[in-house]
């Protein structure tokens, strides 16, 4: 294996090409007939390529790729990202001609089997949840979370009410706030009792008729089980508000809890986490959304209706807060999330969840047996959080000299310093699909780690030692940031 691998532009060599094209226009007829509209795109400056052959071109990039860790190489206990194994059926099947091959302008007497994958897979992801109906249309989980919040501000909007905020709690997902912000409304944090859960107290301080909505994950960012979110239900309708869930830890209680049925008015789904799609990489994901029956009319895009057994796109009402993406959504990722969930099948749901929760309690405890500390100690549902403020103070050992050196031991690093109401955090997610001796062996390397910030501290702060790349200086890279390539004369 090649464990460095220079810029592509060092490779470079003039006259080099990987393409053959004829001189003539293939496209003479139309580029004739629109001359005036294609000129002022074509491009008038030579633009600053790497001249390579196919081979050059391919090389470099597969050995790039051997050079990555991902999913199907190791272990990758991101806590919040849930990094689960993709089963290569939902491959083999999201690639066959028939759906590979699709064009989403096509008629919709041309796509009929593309049409009712999608309107089963809505009326699946509204009967797992609880909802009503469900979009399919978000990009991914941000995306959802603000197509969420946009159907509330919409909801809203009609009943001639103009509210102002949106409340998030301190363990809520960096994108909660992000989401509220660009969806016009202010966030505003509801701090978090020493359990972990929603301060109720301090939620009722913050609730007024200017309150739009809660958004909640639930189980929250610490693994742990909203256990009071019924009564923080009725709080928030009480003024009128709305609650919203940020489903991104959904596989925790699939088949054992729908939110619909426990006080929420939308919910985002992470297809690339519940379901098994991939995830990473820049996606692509795919977050739709499902809302209660009197939220319905709200709902972005298109909806694909069944009508005397055809089924067709309808566009949704004049209330619908618009387009949220082009088309209908990331239809491939549709095909993964469809095909997983037909071959776990209803009475197998439960399973993901059990899974999920016994890893991540096994781990915890293993964790915690190594001389981790972990600061909110109640049972976690599908992840934990450690910290290692203790270490730090002991040994000068920060949690990035562990995560870097867990490197060296052939696993990812788990999430670090998020949540922040954990200091110096460790936030871990094993997932339900990975074995318990693989569990075993990630905590061991974890105790071996300790042991090393004990003994020999140096070799945790100039890790990792055994990747292609080394520590890199995160603060000059900030400083002196270079994203174009120029030849060193």
């Not at 220079?6 to 496209?27: C, H, N």
């Not at 600053?48 to 196919?54: A, G, I, M, V």
């Not at 096994?362 to 992840?383: F, Q, R, T």
């Not at 995560?403 to 871990?428: N, Q, S, W």
Request: glycine share 8%; net charge neutral.
């Amino acid at each position: 294996m090649h464990l460095k691998e220079d810029p592509i532009f060092t490779r470079s060599r003039k006259g080099k090409k990987a393409y053959t094209i004829q001189e003539e226009k293939v496209f003479s007829s139309l580029y004739d007939k629109y001359r005036e509209e294609i000129e002022q795109y074509i491009r008038r400056d030579e633009i600053n390529l790497p001249e390579l052959s196919e081979p050059d071109v391919i090389r470099h990039f597969i050995r790039l790729s051997n050079m990555n860790y991902n999913v199907d190489l190791g272990f990758y206990p991101l806590g919040s990202c849930t990094m689960k194994y993709n089963p290569k059926i939902n491959e083999f099947v999201s690639s066959l001609e028939g759906f590979r091959a699709l064009h989403p302008s096509q008629p919709d007497n041309t796509v009929q089997g593309a049409l009712r994958i999608m309107y089963e897979l809505a009326l699946y992801l509204a009967e797992i949840s609880g909802m009503d109906a469900v979009t399919l249309e978000p990009a991914a989980g941000a995306q959802g979370e603000l197509t969420g919040i946009k159907i509330i501000k919409k909801y809203h909007e009609k009943n001639g009410e103009k509210r102002k905020y949106i409340l998030v709690p301190d363990s809520a997902h960096g994108t909660n706030p992000a989401s509220t912000t660009l969806a016009g409304y202010v966030a505003k944090t509801i701090k978090s009792n020493k359990m972990g859960m929603i301060d109720v107290d301090e939620l009722a301080k913050h609730l007024n008729e200017d309150v739009a909505g809660l958004m909640v994950t639930n189980p929250n960012t610490l693994g742990i089980f909203e256990r009071d979110i019924k009564q923080i239900a009725e709080m928030v309708h009480s003024v009128g508000g709305l609650m919203y869930m940020d489903g991104a830890n959904l596989n925790a209680i699939l088949g054992y809890i729908r939110p619909g049925d426990i006080g929420f008015d939308v919910l985002h789904f992470n297809l690339h986490k519940t379901f098994s799609t991939p995830h990473g990489g820049g996606g692509p994901g795919s977050g739709p959304v499902g809302v209660k029956a009197f939220l319905k009319e709200f709902l972005p895009g298109y909806e694909v209706e069944l009508e005397n057994g055809v089924y067709k796109r309808k566009p949704h009402g004049k209330w619908s807060i618009g387009k949220m993406l082009a088309f209908l959504g990331h239809f491939s990722v549709m095909v993964r999330a469809y095909t997983y969930i037909r071959m776990v099948g209803k009475e197998h749901l439960r399973e993901i969840a059990e899974n999920a929760v016994i890893n991540a309690n096994y781990l915890k405890k293993l964790i915690k047996d190594a001389g981790y500390e972990v600061p909110y100690d109640s049972i976690p549902m599908h992840e934990f959080v450690a910290s290692g403020e203790s270490i730090k103070k002991k040994y000068g050992i920060k949690t990035l000299d562990i995560a870097k050196r867990i490197l060296d031991y052939g696993f990812h690093a788990p999430t670090v310093y998020f949540p922040l109401i954990v200091h110096e955090a460790l936030m871990i997610e094993p997932t339900e699909t990975e074995a318990k001796e693989t569990l075993e062996a990630f905590a061991e390397a974890m105790k071996q780690i300790l042991k090393e910030a004990r003994e020999n501290p140096e070799i945790l702060k100039k890790a990792p030692h055994r990747t292609p790349t080394g520590r890199l200086d995160d603060v000059y890279a900030v400083k002196n940031l270079k994203v174009k390539y120029e030849e060193e004369q």
